[in-house]
């Protein structure tokens, strides 16, 4: 004769179970996905520091270069001090010389006396 009808029972049973799996699948996908979020966070923040650190560092070499310029301008301005201070010693000798020599000379036997004539 003609095929028994479902069991109405059963059938609720199989829909149920099938929608049990397609739960079960969708949860684990949902945990396998905060899991890699989770992970990309850690990254993310592990990135973060490593740049701060980067940062920090480059600001830090920064400030020393800076230094070590400032430093150096200003050993250059001593050393120029310096040396037009010691131009400045050697002119005034000249001129305390060039003095010496033309005051000697007057008292001597004045201008005539072949002191300064060529």
Known sequence: GPPP???PQRVTAAHDE???RAQAAHDAQAA???AQLENLKVLAT?????LSAAQAA?????ARLRSELTAAREAESREAAKEAAALLRAQRAEQDLALRESREC???RGPSA???AS
């Open 106 to 108: 007057g008292a001597r």
């Open 5 to 7: 009808p479902p069991d």
């Open 58 to 62: 480059a600001s830090e070499e920064s």
């Open 114 to 116: 072949g002191c300064g």
């Open 18 to 20: 099938a929608a049990a």
């Open 32 to 34: 396998e996905s905060a």
């Open 46 to 50: 592990e990135r973060a520091a490593a």
